[in-house]
């Protein structure tokens, strides 16, 4: 396990957790509910990947406008922009009318051709209930959800080299009991509110090829990003 080449994330705290990093080419499960930070920690990885590494990333989304995405990074100084010009970061937002029955292999041909090393997918949640619509089925059943959402995670797990960050909202049942199947790691992102007080906290519930921290640490979200204190 200590063989494994790793792909630093670079998010202070994080990388001692999977001693030293995710396991190259390995597909993680991000989950956690609204506000927890999955989309802050997502552009950090690829930031960090693209300044620090110079590893090309792509951000896949369902959800976000690329334009929301480039201001809620620049809160934290991250200028997407700049890497864009240099080729080192995409924004795909894919809206619904755009989904079809070619959109998994459209998808990894765009990771393979720009050579990209880290991709996030936002998210995995929306990707199940809007893909099925209108593709086999005009009214699609939970079988068909789950058939399209399998198709998708093992496709991209057996044709793209990069190292995958999937978001997922984190009681959706149907998305995660199949990407948590697939997924060579798990990571959960937990908000609680006490008395007033708002805590986040960060769990790697499991990562393959490595030795993993199980414990529960504080996730904190500053002026330069997430931050996860070792316990």
Not at 123 to 150: D, H, Q, R
Not at 158 to 183: H, M, P, R, V
């Given at each position: 396990?200590?063989?494994?080449?790793?792909?630093?994330?670079?998010?202070?705290?994080?990388?001692?957790?999977?001693?030293?990093?995710?396991?190259?080419?390995?597909?993680?499960?991000?989950?956690?509910?609204?506000?927890?930070?999955?989309?802050?920690?997502?552009?950090?990885?690829?930031?960090?990947?693209?300044?620090?590494?110079?590893?090309?990333?792509?951000?896949?989304?369902?959800?976000?406008?690329?334009?929301?995405?480039?201001?809620?990074?620049?809160?934290?100084?991250?200028?997407?922009?700049?890497?864009?010009?240099?080729?080192?970061?995409?924004?795909?937002?894919?809206?619904?009318?755009?989904?079809?029955?070619?959109?998994?292999?459209?998808?990894?041909?765009i990771v393979r051709d720009t050579k990209s090393k880290r991709v996030v997918i936002?998210?995995?949640?929306?990707?199940?209930?809007?893909?099925?619509?209108?593709?086999?089925?005009?009214?699609?059943?939970?079988?068909?959800?789950?058939?399209?959402?399998?198709?998708?995670?093992?496709?991209?797990?057996?044709?793209?080299?990069?190292?995958?960050?999937?978001?997922?909202?984190?009681?959706?049942?149907?998305?995660?009991?199949?990407?948590?199947?697939?997924?060579?790691?798990?990571?959960?992102?937990?908000?609680?509110?006490?008395?007033?007080?708002?805590?986040?906290?960060?769990?790697?519930?499991?990562?393959?090829?490595?030795?993993?921290?199980?414990?529960?640490?504080?996730?904190?979200?500053?002026?330069?990003?997430?931050?996860?204190?070792?316990?």
């Amino acid at each position: 396990m200590k063989n494994s080449q790793r792909v630093k994330t670079h998010i202070p705290g994080f990388d001692e957790l999977v001693q030293g990093g995710f396991p190259q080419s390995s597909n993680i499960l991000l989950s956690g509910s609204a506000g927890t930070g999955k989309t802050i920690f997502s552009l950090q990885y690829l930031y960090n990947g693209a300044v620090l590494e110079k590893e090309a990333g792509i951000y896949f989304t369902f959800e976000e406008r690329g334009a929301a995405l480039r201001e809620q990074a620049q809160q934290f100084g991250w200028d997407l922009e700049k890497l864009e010009k240099k080729k080192l970061l995409r924004i795909i937002p894919i809206g619904v009318e755009e989904l079809s029955k070619s959109t998994l292999m459209d998808i990894i041909e765009i990771v393979r051709d720009t050579k990209s090393k880290r991709v996030v997918i936002d998210s995995i949640t929306t990707l199940a209930y809007l893909s099925p619509m209108g593709f086999e089925e005009t009214s699609p059943t939970l079988y068909s959800v789950k058939k399209f959402l399998y198709k998708f995670m093992a496709l991209f797990k057996e044709f793209n080299g990069a190292t995958s960050i999937f978001i997922s909202q984190k009681d959706e049942e149907i998305s995660n009991s199949i990407a948590e199947y697939l997924c060579d790691g798990i990571v959960t992102l937990n908000f609680e509110t006490l008395g007033g007080d708002c805590s986040r906290s960060l769990l790697v519930k499991k990562m393959r090829r490595t030795k993993n921290d199980e414990d529960l640490h504080p996730l904190e979200i500053n002026d330069s990003g997430v931050h996860i204190r070792n316990l």
